[in-house]
């Protein structure tokens, strides 16, 4: 669990104007044998990423960047969508991803993205118009503030407010529903009254 | 809230759950009476448990199996069961681990009760109507078929479920399907929820919860009402849900973990009143007419792209799909060759399906090179099936008869399609390398995949349902 808080992103963005990117293209199911969360990033978009033979597919954008410096990935429409697997932010986060962009985002994925430091930006078509028409533009993701901000551009988006305040104080979720035991213990008891 | 305000069946079974309700700063805590877990995405829920030193606090509320990386042939001559990899081998051996560490009863390779999570989770009697169901998998939703509120997470609320039995939801919105009039022959629960998806549009459900009415929707049995709320994820709705009716009680009663007879009646009263009240709202609404439906088939690699099986591919189709199926805009369905037939999966791995299926191929051969594959849902299913024969009339046509798991729909097991090759199948995904990397995947009904292996291409299984009879 990444409870790093999250504060501004500053980076670099990489453009997949592709609808519906299902979470079989971004994990593919067969890498989905391991019982440990590390070293998926090798296989994020692995079957675009790579030939029939294993290797780099030339022309791809995730071929040709570095990383470190593009961790802002714009995609079209209803990204994540399909299965549950939470595999799906944690090769993205390997692969050094913090934030993806987009006009409509899945539910599941949503909330697996966000209990991994991996934040889910939605904002209007006009503005994603424009930035996924500048690949590799210097963009910045202000949580705080809910804004994305590119040239002279400024795109508003929302984020569930109890995410949204988990991330900024790097506050852990899993600690937070512990803590509501005794409630959870009255509802037992009651339902078992 | 006040008992007079009309709620919708999803209504009455949210507010039966709330632990606490949500507020502007935080979702609502819900509580979950049934959690069901598999191989796959557990693992890591377990680790978090183990580092916190917490236990599984219900594990009378926890169900186990082990189903998407189990090899469905039987182990060779050394005794060992064929795992793809070592890694799917220690896969199952950590889920058995972590079972016997936190007393989670588990059906594994030795139990009768091993299958598909949506499948056995019915059949065993664990899924109630009324009840909060969630799995590590998104076709969860199954379990609405029930009148259960059913839902995928994720593996971080895998761990959050385990350790506390409850998760953080905001309340989603509401869509309600009513398909209004009667199926016509030949046509079944997976060409209504093919046509339903075809109209929503695969992000159409996006943050809802969908319930399913109407005619044709009374009129399924409960493995056609599964098969519809299999798919509800393949719109982005997390869940559908069918109000509990007769149809219901009678299936689920007398089932090992059913409520027990002294006390089956007074809960069938209450679950008979989780029906969305006159007057409730919607947030949207949509209905269909259900006589109009032929059977479907996809096109495309998203769920969403079902046409009549008879039709042609539209106009204006999207490049990049018609790219990777091999397929021409305005061509004939039923001009695609196959190489491959799946009858099987979480959306069409029961007994109905299986005999839908058979019914078509009863004295009939697989084409030539068409590798046809039948995976029954789970060892119920099975046994079931062998007892009234059905393997007999696939494996005599020429198909082959596997051991219950995910298989073929997921290929994480080692059945999978070979790049290129074009697949009809019963399951729920024709995602771009869903069956395999390069694999072309049709999405259709067991009666039409099975009419596809006999033809060797895509085919409509209405002209062999009527000359079987």
């Known amino acids: 669990m990444n409870t790093e808080p999250f504060g501004t992103l500053s980076s670099r963005t990489v453009v997949l104007t592709n609808e519906n990117i299902d979470t079989d293209q971004i994990i593919p199911a067969r890498f989905l044998t391991t019982t440990s969360r590390e070293g998926l990033g090798k296989h994020a978009f692995n079957d675009w990423r790579y030939d029939k033979e294993g290797r780099d597919v030339k022309g791809f954008v995730l071929n040709r960047i570095a990383p470190t410096a593009h961790r802002i990935l ?70 705080e503030a809910g804004e994305l901000r590119f040239g002279n551009h400024v795109a508003a988006f929302n984020v569930e407010p109890f995410a949204r305040r988990c991330l900024l104080d790097g506050v852990d979720t899993m600690g937070w529903l512990m803590g509501r035991m005794p409630s959870i213990e009255a509802y037992e008891k009651q339902r078992a009254a | 809230m006040s008992s007079k305000q009309p709620r919708t069946l999803f209504d009455k079974v949210w507010d039966a759950h709330v632990v606490e309700p949500e507020a502007e700063d935080r979702p609502a805590v819900l509580y979950v009476d049934l959690h069901l877990v598999h191989e796959v995405t557990s693992p890591q829920a377990f680790t978090a448990l183990n580092e916190r030193g917490l236990k599984v606090r219900r594990p009378d509320k926890t169900f186990a199996t082990i189903d998407h990386s189990t090899p469905t042939l039987p182990p060779g001559a050394n005794g060992k069961r064929p795992y793809v990899t070592d890694e799917a081998r220690k896969q199952i051996a950590t889920l058995e681990e972590n079972c016997h560490t936190h007393g989670i009863p588990l059906a594994g390779w030795d139990s009768p009760n091993r299958g598909i999570v949506h499948v056995i989770g019915p059949e065993l009697g664990l899924t109630w109507p009324g009840s909060v169901v969630v799995c590590g998998d998104s076709h969860t939703a199954t379990h609405g078929a029930f009148g259960a509120l059913a839902f ?76 519809l709320c299999n798919l509800s994820i393949e719109m982005g709705a997390r ?124 004295g009939r051969k697989v084409k030539k090179g068409v590798r046809t594959l039948v995976v029954p849902g789970s060892e119920a299913v099975r046994r079931q099936a062998e007892a009234e024969g059905l393997h007999e009339v696939f494996l005599s046509a020429g198909a082959e008869w596997r051991l219950p798991g995910c298989s073929m729909c997921i290929a994480m097991n080692g059945d999978f399609v070979q790049p290129g090759q074009l697949a009809v199948s019963t399951s729920n995904r024709n995602f771009e390398g869903r069956q395999g990397p390069g694999a072309r995947t049709v999405l259709a009904s067991p009666a039409t995949a099975a009419a596809s292996a006999v033809m060797g291409r895509i085919a409509d299984p209405r002209p062999f349902l009527e000359s079987a009879a």
């Open chain 1, 74 to 143: 714009v995609a079209g429409k209803n990204f994540g969508c399909g299965s549950s697997r939470e595999h799906a932010p944690w090769a993205l986060t390997d692969f050094g991803f913090r934030a993806v962009v987009s006009t409509e985002i899945a539910d599941i994925f949503t909330s697996n993205a966000l209990k991994n430091g991996l934040l889910p930006v939605v904002i209007d078509q006009a503005s994603w118009d424009l930035l996924a028409a500048r690949p590799g533009e210097n963009a910045t993701i202000d949580l």
């Open chain 2, 152 to 227: 995928g997470i994720g593996t971080s609320e895998v761990g959050h479920v385990l350790a506390t039995q409850c998760l953080l939801q905001r309340k989603p919105k509401t869509l309600r399907v009513t398909a209004d009039g009667k199926l016509q022959p030949g046509v079944g629960a997976k060409d209504l929820a093919l046509a339903i998806i075809a109209a929503v549009g695969v992000g159409g459900g996006t943050g809802s919860i969908v319930e399913y009415a109407g005619e044709a929707v009374r009129a399924l049995d409960m493995e056609g009402r599964m098969t």
């Open chain 2, 239 to 362: 869940a559908g849900m069918i109000a509990p009716d007769d149809v219901t009680l009678d299936w689920l009663r007398g089932r090992p973990r059913a409520p027990q007879a002294a006390v089956f009646g007074q809960m069938a009263y209450d679950w008979l009143r989780l029906h969305s009240d006159e007057g409730a709202v919607f947030d949207r609404e949509i209905r269909l007419d259900a006589s109009k439906i032929k059977p479907m088939a996809t096109w495309g690699t998203t769920p969403d792209t079902g046409i009549a099986v008879d039709a042609t591919v539209p106009k204006g189709a999207t490049e990049r799909a018609l790219d990777y199926m091999g397929m021409k805009a305005e061509q004939t369905l039923t001009d695609m060759p196959v190489d491959v037939v799946f009858i099987g999966s979480c959306t069409n791995g029961r007994l109905p399906d299986l005999r839908a299926a058979a019914d078509v191929m009863r």
